[in-house]
């Protein structure tokens, strides 16, 4: 059983991750998610590919000299001298070196025979050993691979001194009943511990990380979001918090930063992370139905987990209007700014908000309070901010710069910033227009068009977020995107600050 065991967590983001198709981190994104990775946690980051490129190598070396406070910095190395050499010299804690095990690949890529891939995987684990260093070594492709030249090359490199054997399932061809008996039988035949590396080309890296390490293995490698090479690798929230949640086991990880870390990465390496994806996505604790808000509103535990709370991984619970509100949901959350319809002037405003989601519209938290503010008969409040001007330059040569000019608690402010775009230096800019209101935060952020054509009307949906944690969500549409975010972005601060 799994309960009270520690297991590892070995992190991949910053090497498999960033073999992500389209992902390229500059190597300040680097260091950021290497310090975030350590705040969360990880016993052990994979901070890349040192003899892969000249911007590897540093990034690597800038990360292995970063001080972090308890994460060990770990370098891939094929089983070759040059590449070992590569990671011993950006000062990495530990040499995770590999080679390609299974017949398919072992014949048709490196055109080894199965002797000289044996020698090959001994010496790169003398080396390092050596070197006085920590040494990992991947069997690659280990899944497809003879399970007897499996054990074989693992005896091996056990005798060679190695401080852990990892077995990747390379093309994420496993199952799990399968995994659990491979891992089983290397469990029974090394002594070392066993770490596992699952892609999710089926979508089963995480199951299959899980039955390895009920099987035995005591090391999980993960990915912040699961990202990674093809399909991804096993997501990091999810294994995680399987193993402590369901199974009991315990792990390093600062679970409250999870969320905080998924978003990071998702900003970083422009892979949106999906709404409904575990533990992290925007409605992985949101509920709409009218039964299940009802139940969750009286104890969280009747529609969630419960063995697993928003507030254990950093998230928060929300509850969302749409054609499926109930009552008890839509007076919760008209109670929250103290607005207390009679029952008939509720079931006027539920009315209303069907209405617009039978439309095929979401409903924002400022649709709910100009509809209930409509249906009551009560002025809606003073803004604290009233937009007054937004003009933006750009272009292909020009660092995008916004000029804001509003009305702030009844004073004329105007403010300028510039962002990675248009629309990023305009939000930029009514940040520095509410200074004193810095304790919001941009929560999410969609756009949509609305019609077709090069002179579409957008439609924008921003979030936003206090200290408190408490998020409110407004809408806008115009032809020009920069005005429709930041008219949006401004609409959602005044309903945070007046409720």
Avoid: W
């Avoid at 025979?113 to 690659?140: P, T, Y």
């Avoid at 009305?407 to 004329?412: H, L, Q, S, T």
């Avoid at 930029?428 to 609305?450: L, P, Q, T």
């Amino acid at each position: 059983m799994l309960r009270d065991r520690k297991i590892t967590i070995f992190d991949t983001t910053l090497r498999d991750g960033e073999q992500t198709p389209g992902v390229s981190l500059t190597p300040q994104q680097k260091i950021d998610i290497a310090y975030q990775l350590d705040k969360l946690g990880v016993d052990i980051i994979e901070a890349g590919f040192p003899i892969a490129s000249e911007g590897d190598r540093e990034s690597v070396r800038s990360i292995a000299a970063a001080g972090l406070s308890s994460a060990m910095v770990c370098g891939l190395a094929r089983v070759l001298p040059k590449d070992i050499d590569a990671c011993i010299d950006v000062g990495v804690d530990m040499v995770h070196t590999f080679v390609s095990t299974s017949d398919i690949q072992r014949i048709h890529t490196i055109k080894k025979s199965r002797e000289e891939v044996l020698d090959m995987a001994v010496n790169a684990v003398e080396l390092i050993k050596d070197h006085g260093i920590k040494c990992m070594f991947s069997a690659m492709d280990a899944t497809r691979t003879d399970l007897d030249y499996l054990i074989e090359i693992y005896k091996a490199v056990e005798n060679a001194k190695c401080d852990i054997i990892n077995v990747p399932d390379t093309v994420g061809i496993m199952s799990p009943s399968r995994m659990y008996n491979l891992i089983r039988n290397l469990h029974s035949e090394v002594n070392i511990p066993i770490d596992t590396h699952c892609h999710n080309d089926f979508g089963l890296a995480v199951a299959n990380t899980l039955m390895a390490i009920e099987a035995g293995a005591s090391q999980a490698q993960v990915t912040i979001n699961g990202i990674g090479e093809r399909a991804g690798n096993a997501d990091l929230a999810e294994t995680v918090m399987s193993l402590q949640s369901i199974y009991g086991a315990k792990t390093n990880i600062n679970t409250e930063y999870i969320v905080e870390t998924a978003r990071l990465v998702e900003r970083y390496t422009g892979i949106t992370i999906s709404p409904h994806t575990p533990i992290v996505g925007e409605n992985a604790f949101a509920h709409e139905s009218g039964i299940h808000t009802h139940g969750v509103l009286q104890k969280s535990d009747t529609f969630e987990p419960g063995i697993m709370t928003p507030e254990m991984v950093g998230h928060s619970r929300r509850i969302v209007l749409g054609k499926h509100a109930g009552k008890h949901a839509v007076r919760r959350s008209l109670e929250s700014i103290n607005l207390e319809p009679t029952d008939e002037q509720l079931n006027l405003i539920i009315e209303r908000i069907k209405e617009i989601a039978d439309k095929g519209k979401k409903i924002t938290d400022a649709d709910l309070y100009a509809i209930a503010f409509a249906v009551m008969g009560k002025p809606e409040g003073k803004p604290v901010i009233d937009l007054k001007e937004v003009s933006v330059m750009t272009g292909n040569v020009t660092t995008p710069t916004a000029v804001v000019k509003a009305i702030v608690d009844g004073e004329e402010r105007i403010a300028s910033d510039v962002g990675i775009g248009p629309v990023d230096a305009a939000m930029n800019a009514v940040y520095e227009i509410s200074s004193k209101h810095m304790g919001i935060k941009i929560h999410d952020f969609r756009i949509e068009a609305v019609t077709g054509g090069s002179d579409a009307v957008a439609e924008v949906i921003i979030g936003v977020q206090n200290e408190k944690g408490r998020i409110v969500t407004a809408r806008a549409a115009n032809a020009d995107i920069v005005l429709a975010s930041v008219e949006a972005l401004v609409t959602a601060i005044n309903m945070l600050l007046q409720t």
